[in-house]
Every structure is written in C-alpha cells, then in structure tokens.
C-alpha cells in the first residue's frame, strides 16, 4: 500500500497546522490546530487568547498551559474527528485534495516524539509504532467523504 509519511510540502494541508478557515462550534477559526487547542479548555477567556493566536504554533504553545475540560481524555479524539470533518467538509479544495490522496496510507510522520497523534521517526522513538491517531481520522474522513 503506497502511503504518505509526512503531512509537509504537497501534503501540508493534512497538517493541523496548515492555515485554513472554517466554522466549529459557532465560531470561526484559522486553523484546525487553533480549534483543537481551545476545544481543550471550557474558560471562555483562554479559548479567546488561543483563537486570536497569530499562528498555530503559538495556538499549540497557549493549549499546554489551560485549565483542561473535564475528562478530555476520553474526549480529544472525537474532538479532534469533528474539527477535521469541519475543516474538509467546508473547504472544497481541501476535501479535492483529501479525496485525491486515494487509498494511501496517512500517517503523520515526525521528530518531535509524538507517538499519539502520529508516528516519530527519531533515532529515540525508531523502534516505538506510533499510534497514528491524526493519521487514522483523516483517513476515516477521506472513506466518509467518497462515501457521502
């Protein structure tokens, strides 16, 4: 099975960091990574300061730091399923672009030691097999996709 193994270059829409707006909850948003990371928090003031973050890296840098809603542990997955539904299903380039990615494998290849949300490839982390989460819903929303 061809894959892609990292979400950069030609393939950085598939990055939650990729800037692109869309609806969720209510409230519009510049990038997946903002809405997840304020999705985090219940207090209305720490979701505000990470939805006007100038880039989604600093979006990344406020979510460490916030008091977390309650059980979203057993939470951030489905959040994170429903922000990349929004993110596809309401920009049509991007969900072009999702759709065209075929049957390949996704998997959200990094350095940065992130065996949840992907698989690293670090000299530490080579014989760890990440989970692959973000991988494995964005290519549950391409199948709803094709098949919707």
Not at 34 to 42: F, M, P, R
Not at 93 to 98: G, P, V
């Amino acid at each position: 099975m061809e894959r892609i193994t990292s979400f950069s270059g030609k393939n950085r829409f598939l990055s939650n960091f990729y800037s692109c707006t869309f609806i969720y909850r209510g409230v519009t948003w510049q990038s997946s990574e903002h809405a997840y990371q304020a999705a985090k928090t219940d207090d209305p003031t720490q979701k505000r300061v990470i939805r006007l973050a100038q880039t989604p890296g600093m979006a990344k840098r406020l979510g460490k730091n916030i008091t977390l809603t309650e059980n979203w542990d057993e939470l951030e997955i489905l959040v994170m399923y429903n922000i990349l539904q929004e993110k596809f299903g309401q920009n049509i380039q991007l969900r072009r672009m999702l759709i065209h990615t075929g049957d390949k494998k996704l998997i959200e290849g990094n350095n940065w030691h992130d065996n949840f949300w992907g698989d690293c490839r670090c000299d530490k982390c080579k014989d760890i097999r990440g989970k692959n989460i973000l991988g494995r819903l964005l290519m549950r929303v391409r199948r709803e996709l094709n098949d919707g």
